[in-house]
């Protein structure tokens, strides 16, 4: 309505101006200028609007803890934080200054976003959510005044819902909260920062509405000390990759609403997504049930799950054909890596195949025993084995290597230099970066010369093997863990590694 009136206005102003022989051109210049100032410089990015859970079209869904698997330890710290809010006048009888900050620390996608919203349920607080890149235009002065806006609009809300606490959540908050001086002399972000210090400083107990900022970000050590000092965001959880348990808890979750199979293990999918996110368990769960409706089945069966992990893992199938030469290299070179994952760790074999995904012309994927947080020496050793043995397997039934080994290769550099960082190599405890090059290199080649030697006895003594299985691949494409070992089996290979 103002804005039809102004451009009448205008226009009416205009015609009178040009009747009294007015020059009206500098002023339709000025005006063009403020309307290219307003539109594209940025005045209309400081009426920003952030998102909320208020039930408007475009705002955040509310959720509850109990959408959320695993993470039982976060869970717990940041529900006796939110305690704080919950019980503020327990609180300041007590004396207890208010938590005025949680930061969320964690790999992406591992449900510090779902985490912040079940928290302002549970503590029925108005939320709001805005991303650290949000504050950060190139004018001076935009971001600060973003923070005021968020703060400002967190009270506006909580007073027109008629509720006491408000809950802001910033994502990736090391877009705004870096270390200040960092930015290269860019002062915007320094300013914005500053802001977000001033307005947490003015967070007090006798507030009407008790504002908590939760903050999520996978960079921690870029934050500003002053931001991670006591008194700001003092309370710190970590939200890791989730465990077996956790990984089963959430795929259950994701499959609620899926019609399964009664064939479906997720315990056993949990097992062969070791390191998997939330949000990659969400999506396989996803995947398969779009495999299985490309199939045009009712129900998801196990199939689907498996399949969907080597999606969720590798990337989609690739057209690209390979000819018959390179496939039966291809299924040589799986079949290498197999053979020796399964003389380490009998068991270990999830699944071979010679279909192109991603950047793979080939894989072999294993399900680990358990999950790991700390690696010994003899297991470290154990995987570069299985590294060199599709080269050394090319080797054997070839008789030459490919390319097709190089992402292998720097995955055992990158493992042996790491039992050189962990003190596990003949240089004892020693700092990497402080090494000679000369001296690094030959400690790796000797280190993978002597892994090289195990792994070609093994390889040599199988060739029967490698080509019957090999075999089977060149024309059925993809071999499962248990039909893999029945061959091992049949063929009675006495697969022993010498120490
Ligand atoms: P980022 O750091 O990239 O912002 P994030 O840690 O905030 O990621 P979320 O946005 O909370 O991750 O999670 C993304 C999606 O992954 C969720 O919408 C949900 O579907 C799924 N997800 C992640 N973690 C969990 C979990 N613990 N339980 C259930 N679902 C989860």
């Not at 506006?156 to 290269?184: C, P, V, Y």
């Not at 490309?294 to 069966?301: G, L, N, T, W």
């Not at 498996?306 to 590798?314: G, N, P, R, T």
């Not at 006895?457 to 490698?466: A, D, H, K, M």
Request: proline residues 2%.
């Amino acid at each position: 309505m103002i804005k039809e009136l102004s451009i009448g206005f205008a226009a009416a102003a205009a015609i009178i101006m040009i009747q009294q022989g007015f020059n009206v051109v500098p002023w339709f210049f000025m005006a063009g200028l403020i309307l290219v100032l307003y539109y594209m410089v940025g005045f209309k990015g400081l009426n920003k609007s952030f998102s909320a859970v208020d039930g408007s079209k475009g705002s955040i869904e509310k959720i509850n803890f109990d959408r959320i698997g695993g993470h039982d330890s976060a869970k717990k710290e940041l529900l006796e934080a939110l305690e704080f809010v919950k019980n503020s006048k327990l609180i300041m009888k007590m004396g207890i200054r208010p938590l005025k900050g949680i930061l969320l620390m964690g790999p992406p996608g591992t449900g510090k976003t779902l985490l912040a919203k079940a928290a302002a349920g549970y503590t029925d607080s108005v939320f709001l959510s805005a991303s650290g890149s949000e504050f950060i235009e190139v004018y001076a002065g935009v971001g600060a005044q973003r923070v005021r806006q968020i703060f400002n609009q967190a009270k506006e809300m909580t007073k027109k819902q008629n509720k006491n606490s408000a809950i802001i959540f910033i994502d990736e908050i090391e877009i705004l909260g870096g270390k200040r001086g960092s930015h290269g002399g860019h002062l915007e972000y320094d300013q914005t920062l500053n802001q977000l210090l001033v307005e947490m400083d003015g967070i007090s107990c006798n507030d009407q509405t008790k504002i908590l900022v939760i903050a999520a970000t996978n960079r921690s050590e870029l934050l500003d000390s002053a931001l991670v000092r006591p008194g700001r965001f003092d309370r710190m959880v970590n939200v890791d990759l989730p465990d077996l348990e956790g990984r089963e808890q959430i795929l259950k979750l994701h499959t609620r609403n899926k019609p399964m199979s009664k064939d479906v293990n997720l315990k056993a999918v949990a097992q062969d997504t070791f390191g998997f996110s939330g949000a990659h368990l969400e999506s396989l769960t996803n995947e398969a049930a779009i495999l299985a409706m490309r199939d045009k089945k009712k129900f998801i069966s196990q199939r689907y799950f498996l399949e969907a992990v080597d999606k969720v893992m590798m990337g989609e199938k690739m057209d690209r054909k390979p000819d018959i030469d390179e496939l039966w290299r291809i299924a040589v070179h799986e079949t290498g890596h197999a053979l020796m994952s399964e003389t380490i760790r009998p068991g270990s074999v999830s699944s071979i195949t010679t279909t192109s995904r991603g950047k793979a012309l080939g894989y072999m994927r294993q399900t680990p025993d358990r999950d790991f947080h700390l690696y010994t020496k003899e297991y470290l050793e154990g995987q570069i084995n299985i590294l060199l043995a599709g080269s050394l397997a090319e080797e054997e039934i070839l008789g030459s290597r490919s390319t097709g080994a190089s992402a292998d290769f720097q995955q055992a550099i990158g493992i042996a230099k790491e039992l050189i960082s962990s003190g596990m190599s003949t240089l004892g405890v020693v700092s990497l970066s402080d090494i000679p090059g000369t001296i690094l290199h030959d400690v790796i080649s000797s280190i993978l010369e002597k892994e090289e030697s195990k792994v070609k006895e093994v390889i040599s003594c199988s060739s029967n093997l490698i080509k019957e299985v090999a075999d089977y691949l060149l024309n059925q494409e993809k071999i499962s863990g248990e039909a893999f070992r029945k061959m091992l089996f049949s063929c009675g290979e006495k697969l022993k590694i010498s120490s």
